[in-house]
Nanobody, 126 residues
Framework: QVQLVESGGGLVQAGDSLRLSCTHFGSIFSIQDMGWFRQAPGKEREFVAAIRRNEGSTYYVDSVKGRFTISRDVRKSTVYLQMNSLKPEDTAVYYC???????????????????WGQGTQVTVSS
């Protein structure tokens, strides 16, 4: 059984940093993208960042460019999201997700991802 487990969320003040981690358990073949999404109360889930598992290309939503950095450790099957200069509007539940090569869609659409973590809460106070 495949399981993605996130960690690293918490309550911080504006301007602080957090590092989220997501590790998978169980066998997943042919991972193309490892992504992070977030969902704030009353809003739809939105794309935050993604990284190509093999070559390491990265993609970000405009609102986090220059503040967030996504990275991965292939050997550990872990993806990270370093979040700096956090803002109150970054408050959300953050989800990691893995997308396989055979999946349709693109890296920035949640429907394209096959596996999801349970989410970790990030709260940024002003």
């Amino acid at each position: 059984q495949v399981q993605l487990v996130e960690s690293g969320g918490g309550l911080v003040q504006a301007g602080d940093s957090l590092r989220l981690s997501c590790t998978h358990f169980g066998s997943i073949f042919s991972i193309q993208d490892m992504g992070w999404f977030r969902q704030a109360p009353g809003k739809e889930r939105e794309f935050v960042a993604a990284i190509r598992r093999n070559e390491g290309s990265t993609y970000y939503v405009d609102s986090v460019k220059g503040r967030f950095t996504i990275s991965r450790d292939v050997r550990k099957s872990t993806v990270y999201l370093q979040m700096n200069s956090l803002k109150p509007e970054d408050t959300a539940v953050y989800y990691c997700a893995f997308r396989r090569f055979i999946s349709s869609g693109t890296y920035d659409h949640s429907e394209a991802y096959d596996y999801w973590g349970q989410g970790t809460q990030v709260t940024v106070s002003s």
